[in-house]
């Protein structure tokens, strides 16, 4: 409880309400950011995902998640729309902060009556997009905890995507936030922190000055410390 008091933002995988323990440990963790007054940060992970636990998810976001990350099939997969229109308007109604990925359309970032579209990052190729979601978590929670807004954050998580896209997957960089395989207690583990090494230049070489490479540096351990909890795919109670 400490530690998810001493972090803003828990971050969830949907893709753990597929173990009986790995979902009771995430409601508990939830219930303790609740009760310190942080933020919950869900990701969707895939419309089977959503299909298999579509009402528990819905009863999170009413609960618990103030900010909620999905692709475009996922959402209209949640709000059961033909239209991915029509799923963010159900997303405006929703009120929290929810940032959509349209891969090559770049993202969109809603948050009640605001709707920022942020355009892709250009990529030279792509190789893989393994780990492109997850990427995208990762560049979008760190703006979101240093107070940049929105649309910056929005077009932190698509550079961030892109270097993943243009790379060899997770693999790339070591991996995203999606690919921790463990309950990390308020620590990146080491693959991530070789991904924010690369995303350093890549931020830099991007012209994102806003954020700048010194800030970028050693990210990983500042979120650990001071900003984000993760539960990755597996939990160690």
């Avoid at 729309?81 to 109604?93: G, H, M, N, T, Y």
Wanted: glycine fraction near 12%; aromatic fraction near 6%.
């Amino acid at each position: 409880d400490d530690e998810i008091a001493a972090a803003a933002i828990l971050y969830i995988e949907g893709y753990l309400w597929d173990a009986e323990d790995a979902k009771a440990a995430s409601r508990k963790a939830m219930a303790a950011a609740r009760k310190a007054g942080r933020r919950v940060a869900l990701s969707l992970s895939d419309a089977f995902c959503v299909g298999r636990f579509r009402n528990e998810f819905l009863g999170l976001l009413e609960r618990d998640v103030a900010i909620l990350f999905a692709n475009e099939d996922e959402t209209k997969a949640l709000f059961q729309e033909e239209s991915f229109e029509a799923a963010a308007k159900k997303l405006q109604a929703w009120g929290g902060i929810a940032a959509v990925t349209r891969g090559e359309k770049g993202c969109v970032v809603i948050q009640g009556s605001a709707v920022h579209h942020v355009p892709a990052a250009p990529v030279t190729r792509v190789l893989d997009t393994t780990g492109a979601g997850d990427q995208f978590a990762a560049g979008f929670l760190f703006g979101l905890t240093r107070e940049k807004s929105l649309e910056d954050c929005g077009r932190l998580g698509v550079l961030a995507a892109a270097e993943v896209i243009d790379g060899h997957g997770a693999g790339a960089g070591g991996g995203a936030i999606g690919a921790a395989d463990h309950f990390h207690h308020a620590a990146f583990d080491h693959r991530t922190h070789r991904q924010l090494d690369r995303l350093q230049g890549a931020f830099a070489d991007r012209g994102v000055e806003e954020v700048g490479a010194e800030k970028v540096e050693d990210a990983g351990r500042n979120l650990a410390a001071d900003d984000l909890l993760l539960v990755g795919n597996h939990i160690h109670q």
